[in-house]
């Protein structure tokens, strides 16, 4: 032990010497329960992360790269762990008398960026977990007991905030749902990204199907950021500018609609109408929640109220291609079923009459809605599908063939 202590404190150490060295203290019966034992050792690695890293602070290339430097100083904290606890142990008086304990503080704090540091390496190596267990140790250090009463040193809250936001972002990229949701929910309430902790929380609870808490999660996200400007998307994810070239705003709206969408799916209309109605009071022009208003009617079959939302919707938007299409929808789908509502009639000329009655003008009310809807966003097939249709049942050769030609 002591020599593989003094090996390190050489100018030039021999790091593999004094690490084989080490390794026989920390097995042998003798020394394995030694506080000092764990502190050499600790010891060892701190020197191998401190020269090197005091090269790389000076812009040298490091020989072996980055990751034996970091891999030192993540062993250094194992290590010292470990001597804290021994050296923490009542002596056989009973009394608490620390030999290493405030050596190894100064150490840590001296060390705390490097911990930060270290898991940046790993991120962009893509050792996400590894770099989760860093940032980890980062956050922990200030919570050791040896550091009870320490200020001098210790990062602020806010920077902590910030390492809380990262270490989860980590946990996501390991694709491991149980310690995502973990890190997650650790960093909700430190204030910094608390949108996007939200809603990688919406995400983790959808992909396992975690009803209860999705739907507390959504409930707390709609309360927190319903006001909250954020920029307008596309279909695609990309931001939509404004006339002066600069994002479009809103207001933050994802924990509503999925809201109401997963009231929806699991049948409780009365929750969805209740929301929506209750944002709509704050918002009567958001042309978007009409429109899902409108959506939900529509699968209770209260066609009449469905109507008069997307008719509003449109009002608010005469553009809003989604609106227009959903209004096309109903009176197309209650043309198909007036149609096989009257296919049961023999009589051709009393049938005749009953299409051209009841049918007919369905289909002639659907069709600009559709022609519209099919204007905005031309690639979207269900308009074209719907308007083929739509064109021969009213005998639209002409604007059959061009439809079909496109």
């Not at 503080?105 to 705390?112: A, D, E, G, V, Y």
């Not at 449109?314 to 009257?342: C, M, S, W």
């Not at 719907?386 to 064109?391: D, K």
């Amino acid at each position: 032990m002591n020599r593989a202590f003094s090996e390190a404190k050489m100018e030039n150490p021999n790091f593999q010497e004094a690490r084989t060295t080490i390794q026989g203290a920390l097995t042998n019966p003798e020394s394995k329960d030694d506080a000092k034992t764990w502190y050499v050792a600790g010891f060892i690695e701190n020197t191998y992360f401190e020269k090197d890293n005091v090269q790389k602070t000076l812009g040298m290339t490091l020989k072996d790269g980055d990751g034996p430097m970091y891999d030192a100083l993540v062993k250094s904290y194992e290590y010292f762990l470990k001597s804290i606890a021994l050296d923490t142990l009542p002596n056989e008086k009973g009394k608490v008398k620390p030999k290493y304990v405030k050596d190894i503080r100064k150490t840590l704090k001296q060390n705390i960026d490097g911990f930060a540091n270290a898991g940046v390496y790993y991120f962009t190596q893509k050792d996400y977990k590894k770099a989760y267990d860093v940032w980890g140790i980062y956050l922990d250090i200030p919570k050791l007991s040896i550091m009870k009463g320490e200020k001098s040193g210790l990062p602020a809250d806010s920077t902590i905030a910030i390492l809380e936001f990262n270490r989860a972002l980590a946990a996501l990229q390991t694709q491991d749902h149980a310690l995502a949701i973990s890190a997650l929910n650790e960093a909700k309430g430190n204030g910094y990204n608390q949108n996007d902790i939200y809603k990688y929380l919406v995400y983790e609870y959808e992909q396992t199907q975690d009803t209860v808490n999705l739907i507390q999660t959504l409930q707390e996200g709609e309360k927190l950021f319903k006001n909250e400007m954020v920029e307008v998307k596309d279909e695609m994810g990309n931001t939509v500018m404004d006339e002066n070239g600069q994002p479009k705003m809103q207001k933050e709206n994802t924990y509503t609609l999925k809201l109401i969408n997963l009231y929806i799916y699991s049948g409780k209309y009365d929750e969805a109408i209740a929301t929506l109605d209750a944002i709509l009071a704050e918002e009567p022009d958001k042309a978007e929640y009409w429109n899902v208003k409108g959506n939900l009617y529509e699968s209770q079959k209260k066609y009449d109220q469905s109507i008069e939302c997307f008719e509003k919707a449109i009002e608010i938007d005469p553009t809003y291609a989604d609106a227009l299409g959903n209004l096309g929808r109903i009176y197309f789908n209650l043309a198909v079923q007036k149609n096989n509502e009257i296919s049961s009639i023999t009589d051709n000329v009393k049938y005749a009459e009953a299409r051209e009655k009841e049918v007919i003008p369905l289909f002639e009310k659907s069709r600009p809605y559709y022609e519209k809807a099919y204007e905005l966003k031309p690639g979207e097939p269900d308009y074209k599908y719907a308007l083929r249709n739509i064109y021969y049942n009213l005998n639209d050769a002409e604007k059959l063939k061009a439809i079909e030609g496109q």
